[in-house]
């Protein structure tokens, strides 16, 4: 198994960034899929990034492509989301999200096996 443990939400004014972290531990070696998702209050959940375990692919919702940036450092078991030109819209609770093996290159993060307990984002007009 793997604990995802998220930081680095806050409250920022639009057009400002942000970035965070996840830190996982238990079994890491082998995570394949590392990914982001979010949700607000009264919508649905939201895949938004994943990168895979030689950082050579990554996916992006079309929300936030251009925007936010995934990246992961595999010697210290950490997984980044770089948030840029934030929006109000991307107000919500942020999750990181893990899992093993190659199907989860085709789920989306939310639908990921291993999730953190979220960091909040709020970004205000």
């Known amino acids: 198994q793997v604990q995802p443990v998220e930081s680095g939400g806050g409250s920022v004014q639009a057009g400002g960034s942000l970035r965070l972290s996840c830190a996982t531990s238990?079994?890491?070696?082998?995570?394949?899929?590392m990914g982001w998702f979010r949700q607000a209050p009264g919508k649905e959940r939201e895949g938004l990034a994943a990168i895979y375990i030689r950082g050579d692919s990554r996916y992006y919702a079309d929300s936030v492509k251009g925007r936010f940036t995934i990246s992961r450092d595999n010697a210290k078991n950490v997984v980044y989301l770089q948030m840029n030109s934030l929006k109000p819209e991307d107000t919500a609770m942020y999750f990181c999200?893990?899992?093993?093996?190659?199907?989860?290159?085709?789920?989306?993060?939310?639908?990921?096996?291993?999730r953190g307990q979220g960091t909040q984002v709020t970004v205000s007009s």
């Open positions: 238990g079994q890491t070696v082998s995570t394949n899929c």
């Open positions: 999200a893990a899992d093993f093996g190659i199907s989860c290159r085709y789920r989306a993060p939310y639908d990921f096996n291993y």
